[in-house]
């Protein structure tokens, strides 16, 4: 005979433990509990590759924590969303962004100050992103930029400006990033290119329909991996894209880049930096000693160089293959673009509502 | 019949998973809606109220996407009714091994993760599959929007195929094959026993079919995003945007809630439309 179980009996316990369970998940909260542990999130590929070696190496050599890694799920702009959700019990520790995502993170009031970094001081402090109240919020472990480029078998006629682009040899063949991508900079690059800026976009806008209308545009959007894959396999031809697209693109096809155009205002390297964000909490204290250790120069030359990007502390040395994606002291000047994220990231929602509702539908009927 | 009192504790058990996983977050969402939302912040101004997120979608551009969504989702539905009746007769007339055999296969296929199916295509129908000879040859672009709108019905009927016809398979299994031999051996052609007799009587069970391959087909994210190259959107795509890139929530959220209307509209008139003209004289 078997226990006297009721039915009443059962339907209390299983209530008991659906309540004790939910208790926990309220007030147990997100973060990692464990006495030295961080959770980082990251982008795929070799950025996680390199945290990783470098979190062991902080383990070893400076304090043993244990590292839990997440990745971005396409954009680090969404993140932002999962934080919002859960914050102040936010489960990350250590978050990998860059410029246009943190001054969201700024507007939130998310970020842990870090001027007291010691290897922040060898770091120029133009690759600073500051809080409302001047105080730097990130550690910058690499720089980076976008630019335009294309394939040098696909394309005739070569480009030396962004009129070029309405050339009718290119029907189909140019790639137009969504707006949200690389926060609108290929729209800023038209209007520079015909006397506007970020704080004036129409000439970009002006542009873009004419673009749009001409039949060449022929595909729109598809991220980092998009761009790398439809001009690997010769989708499309021109593109607009990150310094690191277009070494993974160089490796299958011959490639010419559009950034050192003496005659052109907006054929230039679009410069924006990447790197440590930290999350106020219980454990920013460790996770900022993890972030100066990444800091340092010999850990920011590995962590760029694995990458394929530059490093930012002055005393790193940059990958010499690189030097056709970066600048030497004396272009920067003439061909380095440093936008201003914030005027773009407080348009960006006019932005994409005027390409959806001006741009698109030209594309679609031409 | 009266609710005993372990039903009635069953009942509001189910009740109260209802409103909190159903009911509260589309309260939530409509609530969302009429927030105001400042560009370069996560989501919507508490205790604010407006109309501007839904003013905005008055525009023919974002009629066009709503109208893109329905009609290409038909246009999927009734060629996905037109290919998984036929399999389903199949199946539902066989026998045995055979018939567990397709009914396995149909299953099998909605293991298959939709983010897969969908990248399958675009490889096959990419710039390394067969599309860019076969475009070449007929001397249209692969990236024109008649050709990727092909595509993309073509996602969508891999995603709604096994389902419809998993579907059809017991509507068609219950009515009689006899009444077909009857009707042929009163002088009806085959063809004419097929259409008059089968399928207008399997008439409630193909509109639970394509009502649930239409739900699925305007409801699809992973397709028109993989395969429409940001030229074929649909509104889940406007809605995905909104919330995962720009953290508008209000905006995604009015038109997640316009799409539910539109949706529920053109599905009750489908509904009622076809009730009517299956219910007997």
Known sequence: MGPDVSRRKFIASVAAAGAASAATVVLGGGRAWAADSLVGVT????????????????????????????????????????IRATWPQVKYDIVAAWDP????????????????????????????????????????????????????????????????????????????????????????????????????????FDFLKELAR????????????????????????????ASTNWQGIQKSAAVTLLNRVPSSKGLRGFHYTEGWSILRGPKAALAKEYANFCLSPANDEYYAGAIGAGPTNSKAKPTPELSRYFYQPDEIERFAYFPDFPVINSQMQGIVKRFETEIVPLIRKA | MRLTRSAALLLAAVLVVFLGLYVFPLATLVRESFKVYRSGRIGGLAGTFTLANYAELLTPAYAGYFLDTFRIGFIATALGLVVSYPIAHFVARGRGRIRTLWIALLVAMLFVGTLIRAYSLALTFGPVGILLPVSRFLGVSPNSLTITELVVIAGLLHYVI??????????????????????????????????????????????????????????SFVIPMVLGKGIVLFATNLIFNRFSELAHYPGGAAIAVVMLLLSFLIIYGIVRVVSRRLEPA
């Open chain 1, 43 to 82: 982008w795929g590929g070799a950025q996680v590759e390199a945290s990783k070696a470098l979190a062991e190496k902080f383990s070893s050599q400076v304090k043993p924590t244990t590292f839990a890694w997440e990745l971005h799920q396409g954009g680090a702009a969404n993140i932002l969303p999962k």
């Open chain 1, 101 to 204: 995502v943190w001054h969201g993170m700024i507007q939130e009031d998310w970020l842990e100050p870090l001027g007291d970094l010691p290897n922040l001081k060898d770091v120029p402090e133009r690759f600073w992103t500051k809080d409302r109240q001047g105080r730097p919020v990130t550690a910058p472990l690499n720089l980076a930029a976008l630019m335009w480029g294309y394939r040098t078998d696909l394309v005739k006629k070569p480009i030396a400006s962004l009129k070029d682009l309405l050339d009718p040899s290119l029907k189909g063949l140019i790639m137009l990033n969504a707006p949200v991508s690389y926060s609108a900079l290929q729209i800023v690059s038209m209007a520079l290119e015909f006397g506007g800026s970020e704080k004036n976009l129409e000439p970009g």
């Open chain 1, 214 to 241: 001409s039949g060449n545009v022929g595909r729109v959007g598809g991220g980092d991996i998009g761009h790398i894959n439809s001009t690997t396999t010769g989708e499309i031809a021109v593109g607009f894209g």
């Open chain 2, 162 to 219: 096994p389902l419809m016809a998993l579907t059809l398979i017991g509507t068609i299994h219950n009515v009689n094959p006899a009444l077909e031999l009857v009707a042929q051996s009163l002088g009806a052609p085959r063809w004419k026993a097929f259409f008059t007799i089968t399928v207008l009587l399997s008439g409630r069970g193909i509109l639970s079919a394509f009502l649930l391959g239409y739900a699925l087909t305007i409801s």
